[in-house]
């Protein structure tokens, strides 16, 4: 669902700010377009007028055309891809084609590339990087910190000014962040800026959120945007003002709104994830945790372990894929595994119970389901996950889920391990209480 | 780095596809626009020519004058977003509009979308979900089987089509495989296809490939193309032919080509991944697989268990976090871990040889590093790690490794996952001589 975003690409009038990617392989379907993700996102934090994005291949003919097309309409155009050696990157040379204008060599970006690899045997009439330091006389250049490909920065009729960058996302960032961004704020931004927050919600859907809040979402100022992924609804509340601060002012009451109306559902704001969260919460407690993993076969442990910082709450855990190893590892009773099976609420109790015991820690988790595809039955059908919960003063809780058996594999173990942090999450809360 | 692309967009004159993405959640930099590379994919399968791609804001003004420019220069147009309920979703009727053509509803799209949300319920005059039943009078109907937004195929002038698509990615699959797919091979291929085959690397850097088949790179049917991702290198070989048996036969000899030149560091090709080469390969041979891991903290487990089927090779593990469990779970004498530490040759080795035996398995990884950002001193800096193999006939292999510190946590836990699965790999591989 989308929902009304009060961007200014309402004011048709304005001119404003394009992006364009150069790349064969872009048109291809080789590779996904994360540059111009990228570069919305701090043309939106500098609050530009962003209208529209184009990608080409790597035509002379065509690229001309386009920024010829651009600067009609536009006045400023970021482009990156092209600035390669290979006789396939032809961006600087298109783009001065479109206002007839020769490019010339600059001498010192020759001798800076000889001096970025001196370790390698350059050929100073052949090499193919020579390409590279040949530009409009009066570009400025852009250094390239990551790369020996610099960057342009062109005025080439009054009112529309070119940005160059390569296609490598992170010459492009060390790029932009080094050189462009001043130049642009100070050239090219109102002084206003976007600044955003967002919200993180588990355990309710995407759906049963957005039906509770239709006043909020039809704000204009800040304008709020749920996402739904995996497990996850994410609201975004994006606010224009003439500084971060006041942008957090206007955030602020909306922020209140849905931590009212949805409280325990919301575990956390941007950056934070269930795991990061967890593991906050559990540091403060001074309580550990330990895993008792079959179908998710490690992730819940590596969901934890990739949070720096994971060891001081995390001791380790054990993956019993095979009944053998539950009965050797775990010691669950060979009688058990007969009657109800491995995927059982009895069988995951008595995981939890004995993994936290042995691996003396405080809270324990175990979870035994069917991911799929094959290896489920009518009774017990792909996407039955029992989960249990073991903590301090015998504390034991067992959750029977049903995902959806049309999910893949990897869907099905990913929305396990949420499950089994966001249960720890609200138990943890309701102990806090 | 690019290389040579024989890709159409070479000739000039042809007219061909376009792909236009409309939200303005795309300009703002909130999501990454991943439907364009999945429609530029598909278009190559089918041969189209396909020159460029654009993206605008949810503004009916510029969706309609795009959509006329776009008319004058293509003669296929692939839209995708703003089909929904909300008063953002304007693309139908802008769409109409660049034609000065009016919208009608189609009654018997109403009737379908009450009986597809049969148990909400819906009003008949206000419900907003009605507005995505009204198409230009001739327009043909996309159904959608994941969800209630149809899309059209649309002939508004004569050589020029326009098929719309919603912007939820699932629909867009599922209506272009249902439906799109044959209409466009029917009406717009010329016959030819373009066919991919990719061939994966492992333990060998892009330009150690690259520079040895400089010859390759510059082929023009089949294309060969470089990409590199953490810890792996594949070269994409794209041929032009009548069909894909064709295709197969250029492509042939450049891939003997590259298996001569570059043998074992060849894993696999296309959907292939090191742990699913791997479980294949212990399969073959009837053997088992379990690790101890600390620092991978259940990634190299999670690689392994997130392929179908892998039950019948992978055990289990034991994820020793912390000394205590190192101790206790994977009887690591105390003194050993005073002498050498936790991280050292001495200590991995011991956690593989154990496990193997605890666990009575044919194959043991253990794995002991640091993964950072913090934990590191100068003797053991951050992305130092110890890895050991245990296997039949007490055969061991043990592996030091120093991985970039200015990595982060995330990516030297891969890095550390990917080594250890190719150095399995490459030992079975050896032993099968």
């Known amino acids: 669902m989308k929902v009304n975003l009060n961007h200014l690409s309402n004011e048709p009038t304005q001119k404003g700010v394009e992006i364009l990617s150069i790349g064969t392989e872009l048109l291809l379907g080789n590779i ?8 919305a996102e701090q043309l939106s934090s ?8 184009s990608t080409v291949g790597d035509n002379s003919a065509r690229i001309s055309d386009l920024v010829k097309e651009i600067s009609s309409r536009s006045n400023l155009l970021i482009t990156t891809g092209g600035l390669g050696p290979t006789p396939d990157d032809l961006t600087t040379e298109a783009i001065a084609k479109s206002f007839n204008v020769p490019i010339y060599e600059k001498p010192y970006l020759w001798d800076e590339i000889k001096q970025k690899l001196r370790n390698t045997k ?3 009439d052949t090499s193919s990087l020579r390409k590279q330091c040949f530009f409009p006389k009066d570009a400025k250049i852009i250094n390239n910190p990551r790369g020996t490909a610099p960057g342009m920065i062109w005025e080439p009729i009054k009112g529309f000014t070119i940005l160059t960058f390569p296609g490598v996302p992170s010459e492009l960032k060390a790029m932009w962040n080094d050189s462009a961004f001043d130049f642009i704020k100070k050239n090219f931004s109102d002084g206003y800026v976007f600044f955003s927050n967002t919200i993180k919600f588990s355990g309710i859907g995407e759906s049963n959120i957005t039906e509770k809040i239709d006043d909020i979402l039809k704000l204009k100022n800040p304008t709020v945007a749920p996402y739904a992924n995996l497990g996850e609804v994410k609201i975004r509340i994006t606010a224009k003002a003439k500084n971060e601060s006041e942008a957090k002012i206007l955030i602020k009451p909306v ?11 919301i575990f956390g704001e941007n950056d934070d994830n269930l795991a990061s969260v967890l593991i906050k919460k559990l540091l403060q407690k001074k309580e550990t945790l330990v895993f008792a993993e079959s179908c998710t076969g490690g992730l819940l442990s ?3 372990t990739s949070i720096s910082g994971s060891s001081k709450v995390f001791k380790g855990g054990i993956i019993a894929y095979s009944n053998e190893l539950k009965k050797s590892l775990l010691d669950i009773p060979e009688n058990q595994l007969k009657k109800f099976g491995a995927v059982s609420k009895e069988v995951a109790e008595t995981m939890a119970i004995n993994i936290k015991q ?6 324990a988790i175990s979870i035994s389901g069917i991911a799929g595809p094959s290896g489920g039955n009518q009774e017990k059908p792909v996407g039955l996950v029992y989960i249990s ?4 003063e015998n504390h034991i809780t067992n959750i029977k889920k049903f995902f959806n058996p049309n999910r893949n594999r990897n869907e099905i173990q990913r929305l396990s391990v949420n499950l089994c942090l966001n249960s720890l999450r609200l138990i943890l809360l309701s102990r806090g209480k």
């Open 122 to 124: 350059l050929n100073n």
């Open 358 to 363: 042995k691996l003396e820690a405080d809270w």
């Open 32 to 39: 996904v377009n994360t540059n111009s993700q990228w570069i």
């Open 255 to 265: 922020k209140e709104k849905l931590k009212n109306e949805f409280s325990e559902f």
């Open 302 to 304: 590596s969901s934890i």
């Open 389 to 392: 919960i073991a903590g301090p």
């Open 46 to 53: 500098l609050g530009l007028n962003h209208f529209r994005q």
